[in-house]
C-alpha cells in the first residue's frame, strides 16, 4: 500500500524560528495538500498545491507559511518565523485519480 | 463559519452492537463526503466514501448513508468492535473547484469489550 511519509515526527523549535515540515507524497499522485489540527481541535486545510504551485490556500495560510516542491519527490511546508499558536500537528495529504485523499502519519510541532 | 458539523464529540457503545455516528453539513454544493479515522498520534486514515448520487455505501462493516435533503450523513459500524476505537471525521467537499476538504470536529467512538 502506498504511503505519504512526513518528517520529522516531531518537531521542537523556539519561537521566531525557522521550520520545515518535509512530506514525500505518492509518486503518481498529482494534487498535494498540507493541513493541521491544533491540539483538540478540528483538523484545519492550510494550502493545496498542484502543478507546481498553489492552487487554494486558507486564511491560515499567511506570508509566514510558504510550501515547496523543489525536486519533484518531495513537498515542504516552510514556517518562517514560528509563534506559539503555530504548535500542532501538520499533515500532508495526496491525491491521484478518484476523490480520496492519503495522509501522512504527521509532524508535531512544539513551538517554546 | 463550521460547514461539516459532528454535534457528538463522543460515542460509547458495548462491542457487537452498532455504532451510528452523524454529521450535518450546511454547503449545498457539497457533493462527495468522506469518513475518516484517527489513531493517536496517527494521519487520519481513509475509511469510506458516497457521492451525493447516492443515499447509500457499503463496505463490509461499514456503511454510509446520506440524506440530502436534510444535509445529513452517517456512518453506521455493526458489529462494532474494540479496535474500532478511534476518532471519526467526517469530511465534504465540492465542486467548486477547490480540492480541499472540510472536516468536522470529529467524534471519539469507544468500544466497550
Known amino acids: 500500500e502506498p504511503e505519504v511519509t512526513q518528517t520529522p515526527s516531531h518537531q521542537v523549535t523556539q519561537m521566531g524560528q525557522e521550520v520545515i515540515l518535509r512530506c514525500v507524497p505518492i509518486?503518481?499522485?498529482?494534487?498535494f495538500y498540507w493541513y493541521r489540527q491544533i491540539l483538540g481541535q478540528k483538523v484545519e486545510f492550510l494550502v493545496s498545491?498542484?502543478?507546481?504551485?498553489?492552487?487554494?490556500k486558507s486564511e491560515i495560510f499567511d506570508d509566514q507559511f510558504s510550501v515547496e516542491r523543489p525536486d519533484g519527490s518531495n513537498f515542504t511546508l516552510k514556517i518562517r518565523s514560528t509563534k506559539l499558536e503555530d504548535s500542532a500537528m501538520y499533515f500532508c495529504?495526496?491525491?491521484?485519480?478518484?476523490?480520496?485523499?492519503?495522509f501522512g502519519s504527521g509532524t508535531r510541532l512544539t513551538v517554546v | 463559519d463550521q460547514q461539516v458539523k459532528q454535534n457528538s464529540p463522543s460515542l460509547s457503545v458495548q462491542e457487537g452492537r452498532i455504532s451510528i455516528l452523524n454529521c450535518d453539513y450546511t454547503?449545498?454544493?457539497?457533493?462527495?463526503f468522506l469518513w475518516y479515522k484517527k489513531y493517536p498520534a496517527e494521519g487520519p486514515t481513509f475509511l469510506i466514501s458516497?457521492?451525493?448520487?447516492?443515499d447509500k455505501n457499503e463496505d463490509g462493516r461499514f456503511t454510509v448513508f446520506l440524506n440530502k435533503s436534510a444535509k445529513h450523513l452517517s456512518l453506521h459500524i455493526v458489529p462494532s468492535q474494540p479496535g474500532d476505537s478511534a476518532v471519526y471525521f467526517c469530511?465534504?467537499?465540492?465542486?467548486?473547484?477547490?480540492?480541499?476538504?472540510?472536516f468536522g470536529t470529529g467524534t471519539r467512538l469507544t468500544v466497550i469489550p
Open positions: 495529504a495526496s491525491e491521484g485519480q478518484g476523490r480520496g485523499y492519503t
Open positions: 509518486s503518481n499522485h498529482l494534487y
Open positions: 498545491f498542484y502543478n507546481n504551485e498553489i492552487s487554494e
Open positions: 454547503n449545498s454544493m457539497f457533493d462527495y
Open positions: 458516497i457521492s451525493s448520487i447516492k
Open positions: 469530511a465534504a467537499t465540492g465542486l467548486t473547484g477547490a480540492n480541499n476538504l472540510f
